[in-house]
């Protein structure tokens, strides 16, 4: 007797019904499943591998193991996860074209340390003489003369004529004469052979980091334009500290779902700028958070010490930590999880940056020694 097949599992009608469980929140097929209707939870990798080791502590994995574990968090735990943001295309595009140029200038700096350990080894004049290796001042000089023979024979009017091809256009004469005077100062010299293998590493160098430089600008330019189509734009130009690449690189970060952060803490929380408690039994430490959006915190960093001369409350701010005994890296991270709290409050309303809104509860009230001087 043949025997009968079983019925066919019972499947969700609605897609909204079925939770996925993957561990990146960007990617074809994310989009996909989020535009299809499904509900998608993006696992950080750390978690991921944390409840692994709740379920399996040998150490076995495979993807078929690793799809149940994602499964079953989703469907125990999503509570303590959230679901992939719903950010614009516009806020996607931003963030693309934003990575991309930092990952440029990210490159631009291993090819400038590189070129520097080997002038260190090879041409210290040069080292000693230019003090910014990405800038079209070295580069054009460095196209010129790669060795220190090349370079101490160098006369005024082949030194400006580098610099016009760098697209130098002031101070021409004045600054010829100074690298002139640093490159001819008296060092060792290394062997005619090895000297000319120095100079086509040296080219090699060069060309890099000034194809680097105009791959920097075009990204630059292209973000700029993306940044500013952007309805949020107007409201990351206004905040203290942050230009277009800073705030368009703020914007792509954090996306612009409205209801992505519940509160200002989350927000904080994802930027890494909020401290880290620590608490067991008699002990109690309040530290920095490392697992963060380095992206993301950098562009705060930098923003917070940008802010620090565009407004006496930033700058009264940072004083009072340092007065508190914080130091400089400490209060400026104080100050840049004040900038993000400011920073959701300007987009929860929808207005721009204003001082006398930010920081008029913190200013101390007048005295009476103050206000008979005045």
Known sequence: MREQPSPPPDHAGDPGEVIVGIETD?????????????????????AASRHRDRHNVGGAKSDARDAKMLADLVRTDRHNHRQVAGD????????????GHQNLIWTRTRQTNALRSALRENYPAAL?????????????V?????????????????????????????????????????????????????????????RAAVGIITELNRQIAQFEATLT??????????????????????????????????????????????AGTSPLTMASGKKHAVLARHVRNRRLYDALDQAAFCALTQGPGW??????????????????????????????????????????TAWGHRRPAPTKENQQAA
């Open 142 to 202: 460095l196209a010129k003369a790669p060795t220190p023979v090349a370079g101490a024979s160098l006369t005024i009017g082949q030194i400006q004529a580098a610099l016009k091809r760098g697209g130098r256009q002031r101070n021409i004469e004045r600054r010829a004469g100074e690298l002139q005077a640093g490159l001819r100062t008296a060092r060792l010299a290394t062997p005619a052979a090895v000297a000319e293998a120095f100079a086509a590493t040296t």
């Open 26 to 46: 960007r990617g074809l097929w994310v989009t996909v499943l989020v535009a299809a209707g499904y509900q998608v939870y993006a696992i950080n990798p750390l």
């Open 315 to 356: 700058r009264l701010f940072y004083d009072q930590h340092r007065a508190n005994g914080d130091l400089h890296h400490r209060a400026l991270r104080a100050l840049a999880n004040r900038l993000v709290s400011i920073m959701h409050g300007c987009l929860e309303h929808r207005c721009p940056y204003n001082e006398h």
């Open 128 to 140: 000693e003489t230019f003090t910014d290796l990405a800038d079209r001042d070295t580069l054009g």
């Open 225 to 270: 334009a993306s940044f500013e189509q952007h309805s949020d734009s107007d409201i990351y130009h206004s905040l203290p500290g942050c230009g277009v690449v800073l705030g368009a690189r703020a914007l792509g970060e954090f996306g612009d779902d409205p209801n992505r952060y519940a509160s200002s803490k989350s927000r904080r929380n994802h």
């Open 88 to 99: 614009s295309a516009k806020a996607e595009a931003i963030r693309i074209v934003d990575r």
